[in-house]
């Protein structure tokens, strides 16, 4: 089973930029959608950005294209630059992949098993 390893949150001002980081273990997420989905405090996860196995990109309509997502299949790697944050993007960033190879969908259900996560604060 896969486990993936999120990195690179921590504290930036309004305004600054984070590359956050989902490295996987156990097996190749090569032929999967991965998706990164945050959570702030009182709230449900929710989608952030995904990539599919062909490389298709999928955004949250809130983020106005401020956040891009990439995938480095070689080194099992996948990433989120984030610019323009924002202190609304302030959560704990996840990334997953989907639960099926082959397979997107944007509900938090379909995507599994999670890591642990990476605190994300934007400061006002």
């Known amino acids: 089973q896969v486990q993936l390893v999120e990195s690179g949150g921590g504290l930036v001002q309004t305004g600054g930029s984070l590359r956050l980081s989902c490295a996987a273990s156990?097996?190749?997420?090569?032929?999967?959608?991965v998706g990164w989905f945050r959570q702030a405090p009182g709230k449900e996860r929710e989608f952030v950005a995904a990539?599919?196995?062909?490389?298709?990109?999928y955004y949250a309509d809130s983020l106005q294209g401020r956040f891009t997502i990439s995938r480095d299949d070689v080194k099992d790697k996948v990433y989120l630059q984030m610019n323009s944050l924002k202190f609304e993007d302030t959560a704990v960033y996840y990334c997953?992949?989907?639960?099926?190879?082959?397979?997107?969908?944007?509900?938090?259900?379909?995507?599994?098993?999670w890591g642990q996560g990476t605190h994300v604060t934007v400061s006002p």
């Open positions: 990539i599919t196995w062909t490389g298709d990109t």
């Open positions: 156990g097996r190749t997420f090569s032929s999967y959608a």
């Open positions: 997953a992949t989907s639960r099926a190879p082959l397979y997107f969908d944007y509900a938090v259900s379909t995507f599994g098993p």
